[in-house]
């Protein structure tokens, strides 16, 4: 069995110094290493409030005290990122029971109208509301079979890719390390990244919404059809989808905002539903991320655009030479 942990040092070299003593000490056992995140965290703190942020993770780290039991040792990171180094045969079962628990212990921090409808709705200065994802934990596996030789920078790496593939799903979730599924999504990923579809009635703004963002390096496809935009978005999926909810063929409302956020071909792309006289939180049901009223300022929405991609396009970024793991970031 793997020694009791003492409680978690935020000394980063006192941690990395435990932790090759734990590796180094144990090279014949079967262990695991566990990376712990909550993801839309720092979105449900911007509704919510500094106070019921400080709330939400002292219930997971009250939750992870709990699960982390049996010798394994536990580390907090930062303000929602944990390690746990665990014995590989309970690595599964033990990721499993912290989301179990978590999906039960976070309810209590959302309203009852934020609970029925599965998501939070945020909304800027000017009038964009934004779909907010319930808050998940997710939870990075990389076992020790076929990583003795590892070093722990990238020990860390692949535990840190391996917890961000585990938020492609909206739920709670844990994910094995898998250096051919990584490879596969960034290629994915990559392809999708510049590909913007606008569906806009009005020929002028659809025109200003195309050259602007054709000078900003995206490929853009305009139509004013809601038919023809459905067969553009499925046969060749964009990044980024501007959808106007009035268009020239279909009639008005989120019908075709929802048909499209149902396709799986479209998993990954954004959905921004850019109207007028549009009810925003039936637009953003509907499965929109992102409401833009109109009329509205162009630099804003390309802003918004940007973001998004960049909030989806995390990277853990390992320097050259330095193992440490305070080297990373999101």
Not at 295 to 310: G, K, M, Q, V
Request: charge should be negative; hydrophobic fraction near 40%; include cysteine.
């Amino acid at each position: 069995m793997l020694e009791r942990p003492i409680q978690p040092p935020l000394d980063f070299e006192r941690m990395e110094s435990e932790l090759r003593h734990r590796f180094g000490s144990h090279r014949d056992q079967d262990w695991a290493l566990l990376y712990i995140d909550l993801s839309n965290f720092r979105l449900y703190n911007q509704i919510y409030g500094r106070v019921a942020g400080e709330k939400m993770l002292s219930t997971l780290q009250s939750t992870l005290d709990r699960c982390v039991t049996g010798g394994g040792l536990l580390y907090r990171l930062g303000a929602q990122e944990f390690l746990a180094l665990v014995e590989g045969r309970r690595a599964e079962g033990l990721a499993c029971e912290i989301c179990l628990q978590w999906e039960k212990a976070s309810l209590g921090f959302y309203t009852r109208q934020d609970r029925q409808r599965g998501f939070l709705v945020g909304t800027d200065r000017h009038g964009i509301g934004r779909r907010c994802p319930l808050v998940t934990v997710n939870i990075g596996i990389v076992p020790a079979a076929g990583r003795r030789e590892w070093s722990l920078a990238q020990l860390f790496s692949s535990a840190l890719q391996t917890n961000l593939d585990a938020q492609a799903n909206q739920s709670c979730s844990y994910c094995f390390a898998n250096p051919e599924a990584h490879l596969q999504a960034s290629s994915v990923a990559d392809s999708l990244s510049h590909r913007v579809l606008v569906v806009e009635p009005d020929a002028a703004l659809a025109y200003l919404l195309q050259t602007t963002l054709e000078m900003r390096g995206y490929e853009v496809v305009v139509t004013s059809s809601g038919q023809e935009a459905f067969k553009l978005a499925v046969t060749n999926p964009p990044r980024v989808i501007i959808l106007d909810l009035f268009t020239s063929d279909l009639p008005a409302g989120p019908f075709l905002c929802q048909e499209l956020r149902r396709q799986p071909e479209l998993e990954k792309t954004f959905l921004i539903v850019a109207a007028t006289n549009a009810d925003r939180e039936e637009s953003l049901a509907a499965g929109a991320d992102l409401f833009v009223p109109k009329p509205f300022e162009l630099n804003e929405l390309l802003s918004w655009i940007d973001r998004l991609i960049e909030e989806s396009a995390k990277v853990a970024d390992l320097p050259t030479g330095d193992p440490a793991f305070r080297g990373f970031r999101r």
